[in-house]
């Protein structure tokens, strides 16, 4: 290990402020992939004058599941005020920021081989807890505090980046449902139309476990589709190359979730489109997707509208079987009924949808390229030197 390499717990202290005059309103919880976000607990009748306050500039984690998600949920509040989180949480600060910089040591902690060493460091419970004077016992590299800044400061620029595309990315998309609600709205020559005049929907296969990673094929399942309507890349798995054909998918197809997942995860229903740079590799989708067969000389940018317009989604709402699991059939989505032009004018008018479509699938291809650039500075930290 190299002679910069520090003991944690010498830098940081726990902070034990409990909520006792309610004065920090939300609650948060800490997601997997280190950042804060709204907490789904009830807390009804909950006494909250026993959660923990955050302030700016201190972290929070959970060290409750590390060997059961292999991942450790902490995070850095930028919050200018304060916000709670669960009493089983910790909360600590570091002791001289003129030492070592919050952000810097954020970033230590958002490297998988982070989340890999502190797995390693987890107990022999079910779930693996990480205890606390194991997780200060890790050791981190510690360069001077002008080599921080400036590694904080080139990570920062390509993190911006990223953030910027992606409003970017959500201008757009907005962008084109409003351009296409217009069209539809301000054209009085409309007809009835039934979706299953313009695509057939499609299942997927029961894959057998055993033949995950066995090959070079992608399986394309739940984990695939977000709830807000984007292809997450993140969900598919190697799987063996003995698969039905009649299973494939394409660049630019459409795939539909077939079950809600959760309640906080709204996603029965909602499309995705496969984003071009994937047309090498060969796909598939499991038995909880559909995906879109177009039976019509309307781009699938157009159709993808269509699947992501306020009334289809009502329509979903209406059709979901089940209780415990919601289901979407494929009949249910193809009896949907929408007010719209004729297709020859739909037609005429798609080219300016394709074009907001492609600008969004180019940002996203190159925010990949960003995040690979993001993820070999992380990588780069376990070699800096002074």
Same mark, same amino acid.
């Given at each position: 290990m190299q002679s910069n390499? @520090?003991?944690?717990?010498?830098?940081?202290q726990p902070i034990k402020v409990k909520n006792s005059d309610l004065s920090a309103k939300e609650l948060l919880g800490i997601n997997v992939d280190k950042f804060f976000m709204p907490s789904v607990a009830n807390i009804v009748g909950t006494d909250l004058s026993n959660y923990k306050v955050v302030n700016k500039n201190q972290f929070a984690c959970n060290r409750m599941h590390v060997g059961r998600d292999y991942r450790i949920p902490i995070?850095?509040?930028?919050?200018?005020?304060?916000f709670m989180v669960s009493p089983a949480y910790d909360v600590f600060?570091?002791?001289?920021?003129?030492?070592?910089?919050?952000? &810097?040591?954020?970033?230590?902690?958002?490297?998988? /081989?982070?989340?890999r060493n502190a797995w390693f460091y987890t107990d022999a419970d079910v779930r693996g807890g990480l205890a606390w004077d194991a997780f200060c016992n890790m050791k981190f590299p510690l360069p001077s505090p002008g080599?921080?800044?400036?590694?904080?400061?080139?990570?920062?620029?390509?993190?911006?980046?990223?953030?910027?595309?992606?409003?970017?990315?959500?201008?757009l998309e907005e962008t084109a449902?409003?351009?296409f609600n217009s069209f539809l709205d301000n054209n009085e020559e409309k007809e009835n139309h039934r979706l299953g005049d313009l695509m057939e929907i499609k299942g997927g296969f029961s894959y057998n476990s055993e033949d995950l990673g066995k090959g070079k094929t992608y399986l394309l399942g739940m984990g695939c589709v977000s709830f807000t309507d984007r292809y997450v890349e993140e969900g598919m798995r190697?799987?063996?190359?003995?698969?039905? /054909?009649?299973h494939k998918v394409n660049a630019k197809d459409i795939i539909i979730a077939t079950r809600q997942q959760s309640e906080n995860m709204p996603i029965l229903g909602c499309p995705a489109m496969i984003p071009p740079n994937l047309n090498a590799k060969k796909l598939v989708i499991a038995s909880n997707l559909y995906r879109v067969v177009?039976?019509?000389?309307l781009s699938n940018e157009i159709l993808y509208q269509i699947l992501k $317009? @306020?009334?289809?989604? /009502?329509?979903?709402?209406?059709?979901? @079987?089940?209780?415990?699991?919601?289901?979407?059939? @494929?009949?249910?989505?193809?009896?949907?009924?929408?007010?719209?032009? $004729?297709?020859?004018?739909? &037609?005429?008018?798609?080219?300016?949808i394709n074009k907001i479509i492609d600008n969004v699938f180019l940002k996203r291809t190159e925010n990949q390229k960003l995040t690979e650039l993001k993820d070999l500075l992380l990588s780069k930290l376990a070699t800096i030197e002074n």
């Amino acid at each position: 290990m190299q002679s910069n390499y @520090k003991t944690l717990g010498d830098f940081i202290q726990p902070i034990k402020v409990k909520n006792s005059d309610l004065s920090a309103k939300e609650l948060l919880g800490i997601n997997v992939d280190k950042f804060f976000m709204p907490s789904v607990a009830n807390i009804v009748g909950t006494d909250l004058s026993n959660y923990k306050v955050v302030n700016k500039n201190q972290f929070a984690c959970n060290r409750m599941h590390v060997g059961r998600d292999y991942r450790i949920p902490i995070a850095l509040s930028d919050r200018e005020e304060p916000f709670m989180v669960s009493p089983a949480y910790d909360v600590f600060e570091i002791i001289d920021t003129s030492i070592l910089h919050p952000d &810097y040591l954020m970033m230590w902690f958002s490297r998988k /081989e982070y989340d890999r060493n502190a797995w390693f460091y987890t107990d022999a419970d079910v779930r693996g807890g990480l205890a606390w004077d194991a997780f200060c016992n890790m050791k981190f590299p510690l360069p001077s505090p002008g080599k921080q800044r400036e590694i904080v400061a080139e990570y920062n620029t390509v993190k911006d980046r990223i953030e910027l595309n992606n409003q970017l990315i959500q201008k757009l998309e907005e962008t084109a449902q409003a351009i296409f609600n217009s069209f539809l709205d301000n054209n009085e020559e409309k007809e009835n139309h039934r979706l299953g005049d313009l695509m057939e929907i499609k299942g997927g296969f029961s894959y057998n476990s055993e033949d995950l990673g066995k090959g070079k094929t992608y399986l394309l399942g739940m984990g695939c589709v977000s709830f807000t309507d984007r292809y997450v890349e993140e969900g598919m798995r190697l799987y063996s190359d003995n698969v039905p /054909e009649q299973h494939k998918v394409n660049a630019k197809d459409i795939i539909i979730a077939t079950r809600q997942q959760s309640e906080n995860m709204p996603i029965l229903g909602c499309p995705a489109m496969i984003p071009p740079n994937l047309n090498a590799k060969k796909l598939v989708i499991a038995s909880n997707l559909y995906r879109v067969v177009n039976k019509t000389i309307l781009s699938n940018e157009i159709l993808y509208q269509i699947l992501k $317009s @306020k009334n289809y989604q /009502e329509h979903i709402k209406l059709h979901t @079987k089940g209780t415990t699991v919601g289901m979407i059939t @494929k009949d249910a989505i193809e009896d949907y009924i929408f007010e719209a032009p $004729s297709i020859s004018l739909l &037609y005429n008018f798609q080219e300016i949808i394709n074009k907001i479509i492609d600008n969004v699938f180019l940002k996203r291809t190159e925010n990949q390229k960003l995040t690979e650039l993001k993820d070999l500075l992380l990588s780069k930290l376990a070699t800096i030197e002074n």
